[in-house]
């Protein structure tokens, strides 16, 4: 499995936007780039997955750059409601692997 | 759509002593997984069942840990005996599909144990 380097911690104010980049360097072919968000007292939420280039949803957008050893994710215009643990995981495409964690990274979002 | 339940919420024991863990997926899930996350920790996954059989327990402490998913549907995760750095949040999660992309996972909102 890939192995997932992301910041510790990172601080933001309402209204930033906010870009945190993940490096998964062995990323194998039929790997995907996932991303979940946790809140306190909460069990983690899918936010957004791709393959290469850039998706983007309601919540949030992923870019992944063409040689696809590193991934960043883009929350528009944060507010005090996204503090919260990001996880980025490599997924692979075969869809049945459990999916395995870092330790994330820590957004702070201050007023 | 209903989420994933999870009961208890809380719980709190002696070590030595047993305890069970209920998680209900969401309805027509195939995919059920058990996972661990410690404190200041990310969630480390503990065993994943596929309908009602096994697809890895690797890191399943099996002297002590035990799950079992009834008919495809339900599971229990069970310790016995506890020891204090069981205490954690275990956490539930099932997924729709058996292949292709990879599956999104839906997380129940976790029991958290603590041993004393």
């Known amino acids: 499995l890939a192995k997932t380097t992301q910041p510790i911690s990172m601080d933001s104010y309402e209204g930033q936007e906010v870009n945190i980049t993940c490096s998964h360097n062995n990323i194998a072919t039929n790997d995907y780039i996932t991303w979940y968000q946790q809140f306190p007292s909460q069990g983690p939420r899918f936010i957004i997955q791709?393959?290469?280039t850039k998706v983007t949803n309601e919540v949030a957008s992923l870019f992944i750059p063409a040689d696809r050893k590193s991934s960043t994710l883009s929350l528009p215009r944060v507010s005090l409601s996204d503090t919260a643990v990001y996880y980025c995981l490599v997924a692979s495409g075969g869809g049945r692997r459990a999916l395995t964690f870092g330790s994330g990274t820590r957004l702070q979002v201050q007023p | 759509e209903a989420g994933v339940a999870q009961s208890p919420r809380y719980k709190i024991i002696e070590k030595r002593q047993s305890v069970a863990f209920w998680c209900n997926p969401i309805?027509?899930?195939?995919?059920l997984y058990w996972y661990q996350q410690i404190l200041g920790q990310g969630p480390k996954l503990l065993i994943q069942f596929q309908n009602n059989g096994v697809v890895d327990d690797s890191q399943l402490p099996k002297d002590r840990f035990s799950a079992e998913r009834l008919k495809g549907v339900d599971s229990t995760l069970k310790i016995q005996p506890a020891k204090l750095e069981d205490s954690a949040v275990y956490l539930c999660?099932?997924?729709?599909?058996?292949?292709?992309?990879?599956?999104?996972?839906?997380f129940g909102p976790g029991t958290r144990l603590t041993v004393l």
């Open positions: 999660a099932s997924s729709p599909r058996l292949a292709g992309v990879p599956d999104t996972q839906y």
């Open positions: 791709g393959y290469k």
């Open positions: 309805s027509g899930h195939a995919t």
